[in-house]
DNA sequence: CTTTACTCTTGCCAAATGACAAGAAATAGG
DNA sequence: CCTATTTCTTGTCATTTGGCAAGAGTAAAG
């Protein structure tokens, strides 16, 4: 609880009190190593900001391969946009890759208190536009970077990532295959 | 402003009337063949809805190569989500690539109004939502499919694209150079 | 403890894409 | 109308990455 009202002062500025009250309304939620905080073709109900563990998204493509999409590490949020939001299926795995803990609002009353809250609607506004320019930003990279690049700043920038999740995972993340990833990082050791 | 009208209604279910009165906050804005709405550097101060005309958004590499991170076509919104929103400067470029008129909002009047007019507030979260969920699948696209199939699903999509900008950009928004967007343009005209 | 499954690496070769340069075609400006 | 610039294509060759398969190492399950 406390981690999420520290994280609520980190990206709003908002007094204390309404980050504690805003907090009070998440509730907790467990998820097993290897269990789904959502699944494909399911609709998304709950907006969560991760305590402890480490997950990742997922989607598989039109060969059936599964595509990490995203990884979600400790003291940040978990969602899924578009289903969230939109109340749609959602077209993403989220999976738990370790034990996790988080703390959880579902769609409804997270759409209450944005109404009746600026403060929070605040908050997520600034979580949308946080996650959406660094989306831009890995695009960005994903077209002018070399692969060997974008496995250089994600390794610089998570390295807890290359501690938690497979290789494959990784790869797919980078969009090369395991491989490829395998070959680079014995390229990148010689140096 | 009849087409903001309808732009607003198709986006969020709202009555007319309250269209009517938030399409009102919006102002003129011409901008020339060439001419920046958003230059690196600067702050985005405006919001923009196209009435007419074709723009695109850019960024400089490492290299000093322009990449085209966007194209913006007639109906649609225009804006730099972290300069606008965060208010930092931008390190992206929107330029019309044909005579442009637009309706612009101010940051400080959208804002207030986010907080005065729960049905704009709906509306800007939505938009939000979009521009985040295409931006994810053209992500996973850009990272599962071949430039040929990229190119083939531009241009089904966006044929508008292909009439009004320059294969060059077109190729760097691909993610590719304008030499493999040639022979694969060659490539799938055998077929 | 042992067997099975997963993970990671490596070799070989093919396919996709890039770098560079030249030339043709289209467009813009005077 | 003519020239200069940009756009697009094409050739040659190098580099990156993928596909497939085998094998070693590691972790998981009974």
Redesign the interface.
Known sequence: MQSLIQFIQNTVPIPLDKAKEIAAYFEERKIEKGNYFLQEGHKSNEYMFLLDGFMRAY?T??EG?D?T?AFYTTNNVVFE??SF??RTPSKENIQALTPCAGLVISYDTLNNL??GL?EF?EFG??V??R???A??A???G???ETAEQRYLTLLHTNPDIFQQAPLKMIA?YL?ITDTSLSRIRKEVSKK
């Open positions: 989607a493509d039109t391969n595509i999409t946009v578009s939001f939109n944005f109404h600026p609607r506004r600034a949308l536009v996650g959406f320019s989306l831009k890995r695009m960005l994903t077209i002018t797919s969009g």
